[in-house]
């Protein structure tokens, strides 16, 4: 595993409400470890750690990292 993955922010931002964030484990088996729900508007700031090696994002938001922004969802 790269090490340089440590310690990397990504920035979340809700562009409806109900988004859902989840969190994924590293290791053997991969569980989710964290769920968090953003409503329109909301910003959440995620870590890669040790434990954390996924996100899982679910809803219309936007997802900012240092290669770029990343739409995700659908127009409804």
């Known amino acids: 595993m790269d090490v340089n993955t440590f310690g990397e922010y990504v920035t979340i931002v809700a ?3 109900g988004v859902t964030i989840i969190g994924l484990t590293r290791g053997k088996d991969t569980r989710f470890h964290h769920t968090e729900k953003l409503d ?5 700031i995620a870590q890669f750690t ?8 679910r809803g219309k938001s936007k997802l900012y990292t240092k290669m770029g922004v990343i739409n995700i969802g659908e127009e409804k």
């Not at 040790?50 to 994002?57: F, L, R, V």
Request: hydrophobic residues 25%.
């Open 15 to 17: 562009e409806e409400d």
């Open 40 to 44: 329109k508007g909301e910003v959440y």
């Open 50 to 57: 040790e434990n954390t090696s996924a996100i899982k994002i």
